[in-house]
């Protein structure tokens, strides 16, 4: 991205919610419903009903999918906005203040009083693994009316959070209105659960719309119904201009085209937490690909920042992490 750019922000469109991030043992999500290490949505008294069974008061933090990613981009100095509908209370103002200190535009936040600021409580296991439950809350109220091709005025390129998917009418409309105001798109496809709800409307939408879809190997094997990840990779790769299936520990599968790149994993000394790790690993990709760089070193950066936010706990590295990320950035 060059100073010269008209339009150089880069749009997240998704559900802001307050992450509830708690390190509970493995026991626990015995009386959880649900797959470990998916995502499922909760009403908000079975949310209360979990965050008042935690061992410990869980530690907040602005997040959802694609603000984490958004986030992730503020820190490496790139222009962002997110569109995202939030409650009119104090979660919501908190909220907003952190997005603004990095620099993010509230231009495109959407607001209602009918209900409070979505929550994501994220249940953290000795092994590092992430299983959250969510009360979309306010988030869940956005609708076609909120959006416009305003939104869309200053952004080259709009990231999508797979989640929206369970809207399809919704994300179908944010889709055709960027592509109409000249934008590029990639989309997280967020969880297996995500992609089985949508099997046959997911492959039309990817290529009539989406230049960059990202994927973790549950999500690829959904996609494909086939257990190699190389196998969902060309899947995926076929619909999109670039397909990312990224495989934690054992690194990344990135395509373009015909060119096919395995990208290693950065080693990580001891995983404190894997949330947001996939958002902001897909930043950094974003990053490098809207800079310009090849494939494999997209992949490379990416999966620094994958890196060092399993380091720690919560959806973003933390201080000395981005250091080392900005040094390579430099570099």
Known sequence: MTAGDSKTRVLGVGSP???LLAKVPEAFLGGVPGAKGGMEWVAPEQMDALIARLPEAPLQAPGGSAANTICALGRLGVPVALLGKMGRDEAGEAYKRAFQALGGSDVCFKYTSERATGRCLSLITPDGERTMRTDLGAAMLIEIA???PSDFQECRHVHIEGYG????DFVTHVLKTAKSCGCTV???LGSFEVV???QTLLPGLLQDYVD????????AR???????PERGLAALAACCGVAAVKLGAEG????SGAVRERIPAVPVEHVMDTTGAGDCWAAGLLYGHLCGLPLKDSGRFASLIGAETVSCLGASPEEEGWRRILDAVNA
């Open 252 to 255: 990344a599968w990135v395509q």
């Open 186 to 188: 990639s989309l997280d």
């Open 222 to 228: 959904a996609f494909c119904d086939a257990e190699e």
């Open 146 to 148: 909120d959006v416009s």
């Open 196 to 198: 089985r709800s949508v």
């Open 165 to 168: 998917l369970y809207n399809p």
């Open 17 to 19: 919610m307050m992450d």
């Open 212 to 219: 960059i879809v990202f994927a973790n190997e549950d999500e």
